[in-house]
């Protein structure tokens, strides 16, 4: 049978502190990213060439999405912010679906203990993901329209219908945490096990339209998870009498 384990397992320590094969897996998908990113800003040309070309082509529709629902006087404040999450969990999301990547690893007492996995495959990730995105959203909120307005809409006592209501929206922002984490974990560790049990069970040919499926998946929940929070910072910054 496969390998499938819900949590990242241990496969070391640096200075005292634990790396699991997802925290690995994740250090990999930022270097593979600064690299590109370095490539791609220093070879600027007046004629792109097709590597410049895609990068351009990349960027620019993602500037011109975000732009459609954050605005234009907003989005250069927000792009960086977006275009990070957008990259960094499309990368991590189709990374783990390379070959070696949970197959890979040392056995110990008759269990393979993979040296990769990927990152959005665990929960610790995606939840930290998650965190970063909500509190982005709270501190933007509370910088553009004040933090009096703006935390009126969880505690106003005028009167007990708005402190109900005030209580709802409490819970939703902690919600919102809980969405953002356990979609993109359970869209992506399913999708791992899916691929390994078939590929186990009808190793040739068969796994391929799955193989397929996964990587359209891994690019729909990356931009999700961007577009989400782009959604969130513009009704957070968002100056109107509802606040």
């Known amino acids: ?4 384990s819900i949590t990242a397992e241990p496969i070391g320590k640096i200075f005292g502190l634990t790396i699991t094969n997802s925290i690995l897996t994740t250090w990999v998908v930022m270097l593979l990213l600064i ?3 370095v490539l791609v800003s220093t070879s600027f040309k007046t004629i792109p060439g097709n590597f410049q070309s895609v990068g351009e082509l990349v960027i620019t529709g993602l500037h ?3 732009k459609s629902i954050i605005g234009e006087d907003k989005i250069n404040k927000f792009f960086p912010l977006l275009a990070t999450f957008f990259l ?5 999301n189709w990374i783990g679906l390379l070959p070696g990547v949970g197959t890979i690893g040392v056995k110990e007492e008759e269990k393979l203990i993979p040296l990769f996995r990927g990152p959005t495959a665990d929960l610790n ?3 930290a993901l998650a965190l970063i995105a909500v509190f982005v959203v709270q501190y933007y909120g509370i910088k553009s329209v004040g933090s009096k307005i703006y935390l009126s809409k969880f505690l106003n006592f ?3 219908i708005l402190f109900f209501v005030g209580i709802l929206e409490f819970i939703s922002e902690v919600a919102r945490i809980l969405s953002f984490a356990f979609r993109l974990f359970g869209n992506i560790f399913a999708g791992e096990v899916l691929l390994a049990v078939i590929a186990f069970l009808i190793p040739l040919i068969v796994p391929l339209p799955f193989l397929g499926l996964e990587v359209f998946v891994g690019f729909i929940q990356a931009l999700v998870f961007a577009m989400l929070t782009a959604v969130f910072l513009a009704v957070a910054t ?5 606040h």
Not at 238 to 242: K, L, R, V
């Open 88 to 92: 960094f969990i499309i990368a991590a």
């Open 125 to 127: 990730t995606t939840l």
């Open 35 to 37: 690299i590109l990113g």
């Open 1 to 4: 049978m496969p390998h499938i």
């Open 158 to 160: 005028k009167n007990p």
């Open 64 to 66: 011109n999405l975000f």
């Open 238 to 242: 968002s100056e109107h009498a509802e």
